[in-house]
């Protein structure tokens, strides 16, 4: 019995340890859509939604915080939401 109780409980150990490092991991490059953030943006265009998601988490410091630089200098609409996004989220406590 008590073979199975410290089995039990080095598994639960080493599950919460292996758990909170695969947390606190972030991929290279933008997230897919599924993990993003969800923003109201009703009637901006997809670029533009992206670029306030990502300028706005970048702002909070989150995780999901990312700059698509080659994104961001080749198109306009990405880089105006990457901008509106960091500057208002900044802003918020």
Known sequence: MRLIAVFFLITVVT???????????????????????????????????DGYIDGCETAKKT?????????????SQYKLGWNDGFSICERKP
Do not use: H, M, W
């Not at 290279?28 to 939604?49: C, E, I, M, Q």
């Not at 915080?65 to 200098?73: N, P």
């Open 15 to 49: 599950g919460c340890a292996t758990t909170e490092q695969i947390q606190g991991e972030r991929p290279d490059g933008p997230l897919p859509a599924t993990t993003r953030p969800v923003y109201n943006l009703a009637g901006y265009s997809p670029a533009f939604k």
């Open 63 to 75: 995780r999901y915080g990312f700059k698509d630089q080659r994104r961001f200098a080749a198109d």
